[in-house]
């Protein structure tokens, strides 16, 4: 007993403050992108070919990222011969729609927060069940990070479920593997309306670097037709983008 | 320890293209055995090089595998003109050394040599499953990753069936009786991990057999790799099991330098170890705080919980990314580390290390923590051996064996980190070897952060040699990781094998739970912590 004590003495408090104040985030952190298409030499398609999932088209007026296909591995930025493509270590990230994803010089997020009517419903209490669709278990543990102590998900009153039918929506990670569609339907089917559907990580937005295999659907959208209610893209997004993302949901985050 | 970039690493044995001895076949290696090839982790050998032996020889010599001179680390086919040709890579613990022999297979079935050497009933089940080569005599032909058949041209995609999401429907092993019931779980789980199905065929609270299906999670990267290396390439590798990204990518950049004769900058083996090492104790220590949560220990549960993430954290500051994504290129790394930055790293790392030992040591001290540890899921030596199971697993009972130990690549060629064994082959040993581990790569990392060799970090990467085979293996946190490549006439992959040490360990999982509670079965299994993605990739 004595020795438990002593251990919590010694560990001390780690919540962090957020939403009261923002986290410092590791400086080589690739987040919310900057493009400067001024910058763009006339022809120069570097980033365009560097990127491993065709996050990046390039029109008459300057390059296009999709932040949805992006795996934030930074590639481009290093091709990039006129630095017009830089990640900054800024964590927020989380769209409402999938067009708010695509971007030609920084990200307009608009509005995060969900209808009055849901929010009413899920904004002091908020159960979700996560289902794994061959996410390969990155997305997942910066999921569960967000329960420990470090986070503390539990005081804003978002909690993990064991089951879909005491869930109030479902969060997805992975590209939904054939193998797991008849699961994530069913899931989907369980948890009783009104519902949330929350897409985290590049694979369940866009199928991330398995975008076109046949073995997988390609994202959560293109297996089971369900409106999504939040984006959040990373390969896997940092726990604050996630955490700013529900918590932008809900109406609750920083002022 | 601190060395200057002039000095020829080839020297000291890491480069692979500067040694006349590259790929020839050692006189040892004649023994006892057929003739096969021998070379050493992280080297490629012309495929002139590999002996084709007759099936008969080649099976001899994966049944003889195990009695002391090698375990089976891959065995897979190739399409060839005609037919197949089957590889097997051996890896010998006793000399070092790596063994491969191949044999023409003509016939879409051969003898099975699973009921003589069990530990290639997986990669049998996976010829069966990929190329429809039917093993005789296999005991237990079940799908392993539920997915369609090749193509024998690499391009063509899979035909695909509306039956395909029906995993948990297929069980193939039952036991029947009166009192005999079934428990299933999964694939969509209680907790927030990755899909796998389980089934407890029980007589009252006793498990008899758990029957695990696997392959919810295929993503056909297995298939995909081949003909590569393309852009996805870096992608796949990263993601094959997300948790063990440093693992995995060092596996395949080791291959890679070994196919195009690459010298790594000593700088760079160094920082590569410092993420290799960091990867492990994170998850280490955050199975250690998971296994404190499954019996109901809540201060070590949470304590765990937050360090683990602060030894994530000092991963995102050497790369930006928790999870190392970004860090490891062929020919190097990709990140460079500033003095100010090590000195950071290095006063994490003390200060997380501290509070880690306080966390864990706690465990050993609370005797209703050590009563449900121990004498739970019992492994034996003989049946980790039978199996060849790797990593905590495998060192816990009792098996003396570590890549970075036995077959030594990269940094740990320099700086020997001692390997961590128990005896007791329960869930209290894969505890315990986990936290020798986390207290010697804590003190492995010390060194390599205090006496980082100078120079670049990252030399480019030579295109691949045509023709050539090369075999790579790095213990990962969970154990061995095994990439093997061949090289086509032009230099690309004509076949990629990928065996994640989870593919080894899960049918270990299986055999601890016989004859225990089912309600140990979260405990069993957290404290096996395999991969799901790595297993079905």
Not at chain 1, 191 to 203: D, H, M
Not at chain 2, 292 to 308: H, Q
């Amino acid at each position: 007993m004595f020795k438990e004590l002593f251990a919590r003495a010694r560990q001390g408090h780690h919540t962090i403050p957020y939403p009261r104040s923002l986290p410092v985030l590791p400086d080589r952190l690739r987040a919310a992108p900057e493009l400067d298409p001024a910058r763009c030499p006339a022809d120069c398609r570097a980033c365009v070919e560097t990127c491993p999932t065709a996050a990046i088209l390039r029109d008459a007026t300057g390059p296009i990222l999709d932040l949805g296909r992006c795996l934030f591995c930074g590639d481009c930025a290093a091709a990039c011969p006129a630095n017009a493509l830089r990640f900054t270590p800024d964590h927020r990230l989380a769209t409402r729609s999938r067009e708010a994803l695509v971007l030609r010089d920084r990200q307009h997020r608009g509005d995060l927060r969900l209808e009055a009517a849901r929010r009413r419903l899920f904004g002091r209490s908020l159960k979700l069940r996560q289902v794994s669709a061959a996410g390969c278990n990155a997305c997942e543990a910066d999921l569960n990070v967000l329960t420990t102590i470090g986070f503390d998900l539990g005081r804003f009153g978002i909690q993990f479920v064991a089951s879909p039918r005491h869930a109030d929506g479902i969060v997805v990670t992975g590209p939904v593997s054939e193998n797991m569609k008849l699961a994530l339907e069913k899931t989907y089917a369980a948890v009783p309306a009104p519902k949330l559907v929350i897409a985290v990580g590049a694979c369940a937005i866009a199928g991330g670097p398995f975008a076109g295999h046949a073995e997988v659907r390609g994202g959560v959208s293109a297996a089971i037709p369900v409106p999504i209610d939040l984006f959040v893209p990373g390969c896997p997004p940092h726990p604050m983008t996630i955490l700013d993302g529900l918590l932008g949901l809900l109406g609750r985050g920083p002022r | 320890m601190t060395r200057s970039d002039e000095q020829d690493p080839g020297r000291d044995g890491n480069d692979p293209g500067a040694l006349g001895g590259e790929g020839r076949v050692d006189p040892r290696a004649h023994e006892p055995g057929p003739a096969l090839a021998a070379f050493r982790n992280g080297r490629s050998l012309a495929l002139e090089e590999i002996p084709v032996l007759s099936l008969e020889e080649l099976r001899n010599a994966v049944i003889q595998a195990p009695n002391g001179h090698g375990r089976v680390s891959a065995l897979f086919a190739v399409p060839a003109a005609d037919g197949f040709t089957l590889y097997a890579v051996l890896s010998c613990e006793a000399d070092g050394l790596i063994r491969v022999g191949r044999a023409a297979l003509a016939e879409p079935s051969f003898p099975s040599m699973t009921p003589e050497c069990p530990q290639v009933h997986l990669f049998e089940r996976v010829l069966a499953e990929r190329w429809g080569l039917v093993p005789e005599q296999h005991p237990w032909l079940k799908p392993v990753r539920f997915a369609p058949p090749w193509s024998r041209e690499p391009d063509l995609d899979p035909p695909l069936s509306a039956e395909r999401s029906a995993i948990a429907l297929e069980h193939p092993y039952r036991i029947d009786g009166s009192s005999v019931h079934e428990v299933a779980v999964g694939p969509v789980h209680a907790g927030v991990i990755e899909p796998g199905h389980f089934r407890f065929q029980c007589h009252g609270e006793l498990v008899m057999h758990l029957e695990i299906s696997l392959g919810y999670q295929h993503r056909g990267i297995d298939r995909a790799l081949a003909g590569g290396p393309a852009p996805r390439t870096i992608p796949y590798v990263e993601t094959l099991a997300g948790d063990t990204t440093i693992g995995h990518t060092l596996a395949h950049c080791e291959l890679v330098e070994a196919l195009s004769a690459t010298r790594v900058p000593p700088r760079a083996l160094s920082i590569r170890a410092i993420a290799l090492e960091l990867e492990r104790l994170a998850n280490h220590v955050g199975d250690l705080g998971a296994l404190a949560g499954d019996v109901g220990y809540l201060p070590t549960a949470s304590f765990c919980g937050r360090l683990r993430g602060d030894l994530l954290n000092l991963s995102a500051a050497l790369c930006g990314s928790r999870f190392g994504r970004g860090l490891v290129r062929p020919g190097g790394v990709a990140f460079d580390l500033e003095p100010e930055r090590v000195e950071r790293i290095a006063k994490g790392l003390e200060a997380t290390l501290g509070d880690v030992g306080s966390a864990v040591t706690l465990l050993w001290e609370s005797p209703s923590v050590m009563e449900r540890f121990e004498n739970t899921g019992v492994l034996t030596p003989d049946t980790a051996d039978a199996l060849g199971l790797v990593g905590v697993v495998a060192r816990a009972a009792g098996l003396d064996r570590d890549v970075r130990h036995d077959f030594p690549a990269g940094m740990y060629r320099l700086a020997q980190i001692p390997t961590s064994v128990a005896r007791t082959g329960d869930v209290f040993a894969r505890a315990y070897v986990r936290w020798l581990e986390v207290q010697r790569s804590g003190r492995f990392l010390h060194e390599q952060l205090r006496a980082l060799p100078a120079g670049p970090v990252r030399r480019p990467a030579a295109e691949l040699r045509p023709g050539r085979l090369a075999v790579s293996l790095v213990e990962g946190w969970r154990g061995e990781i095994c990439h093997v490549a061949i090289t086509d006439a032009q230099g690309r992959f004509a076949a990629y094998e990928v065996v994640d040490p989870s593919f080894h360990n899960w049918t270990g999982l299986a055999l601890a739970l016989r004859d225990q509670a089912i309600s140990d079965f979260p405990l069993c299994n957290k404290s096996f912590n395999l991969s799901y993605c790595g297993h079905d990739l």
